[in-house]
């Protein structure tokens, strides 16, 4: 496995102290805020694997949407600090570029239910006008669904792949729980009828789909996501 348990470690342990520090507690001075925001989201979701021996891939394109909940504590100098959570459904997965004169095709859908954990950091407006804001956090997922699409030219013939490998057609995703860390930039509109937000996120997995034991012939197998979300959201303060 590329991640070893100290690498892990050290990069949670970071993790949390930089979700800890961005979040400034009562104590520290500041403007305390208790405002509560709830909405929906919707966007598109553009995707790979991270895998290891390398399989040529391009990038496959999946639908996400959810739920969003927000609380914002404290505005600390010009920094509107809060936690957001979101409850999502998406489609990630990735399609293969297959160039060995067979003419096949191929691509695999995995559908997850996702749970990112944001430290959300605004600058701007808070009541009516535009704010900049990014979200940090990790985030992790449950797969619910997986499928298979074999396509092309008949009969379908795996042996002719580029180093060899093709143990993935037909394989069991053997871990359905994954986890890692995502971030987004993003600019939200509040007015009076409610907040809209425009989102590029990025996701990069820390878990892997196939087994990484000595024996497994997958020694990396990890997703990676690029999302463009919109959403809706309203305030109760």
Same mark, same amino acid.
């Given at each position: 496995m590329t991640y070893d348990q100290p690498t892990m470690k050290r990069f949670l342990s970071t993790l949390f102290i930089l979700l800890v520090s961005v979040l400034p507690?009562?104590?520290?001075?500041? +403007?305390? *805020?208790?405002?509560?925001a709830f909405g929906?989201?919707?966007?598109?979701?553009?995707?790979?694997?991270?895998?290891?021996p390398k399989i040529k891939q391009g990038m496959y394109l999946g639908k996400t949407f959810g739920i969003t909940a927000r609380y914002t504590s404290e505005k600390y100098f010009f920094l509107i600090c809060a936690a957001q959570i979101e409850a999502n459904f998406?489609?990630?997965g990735w399609r293969e570029e297959i160039?060995?004169?067979?003419?096949?095709?191929?691509n695999r859908r995995l559908t997850y239910v996702e749970i990112p954990f944001f430290a959300h950091l605004g600058i701007g407006r808070e009541a009516r006008g535009v704010q900049g804001f990014i979200n940090l956090g990790p985030q992790i997922g449950? +797969?619910? *669904?997986?499928k298979e699409n074999y396509g092309g030219m008949e009969p379908w013939d795996p042996s002719k792949r580029p180093n060899n490998v093709n143990v993935q057609y037909g394989k069991e995703i053997?871990?359905?729980?994954?986890?890692?860390i995502t971030g987004g930039l993003g600019i939200e509109l509040k007015t009076a009828i409610g907040n809209f937000i425009i989102e590029g996120r990025y996701y990069f997995g820390l878990s892997d789909i196939f087994g990484n034991t000595k024996t497994d012939y997958f020694g990396r197998s990890a997703?990676?996501?690029?999302?463009a979300k919109v959403a809706y959201m309203f305030e109760i303060r």
């Open positions: 507690s009562r104590a520290q001075v500041g +403007l305390h *805020r208790n405002t509560f929906g989201n919707i966007g598109i979701d553009h995707s790979q694997i991270s895998v290891s998406v489609e990630r160039e060995d004169g067979t003419g096949n095709e191929y449950f +797969l619910i *669904r997986d053997d871990h359905k729980l994954e986890y890692g997703n990676t996501s690029i999302y």
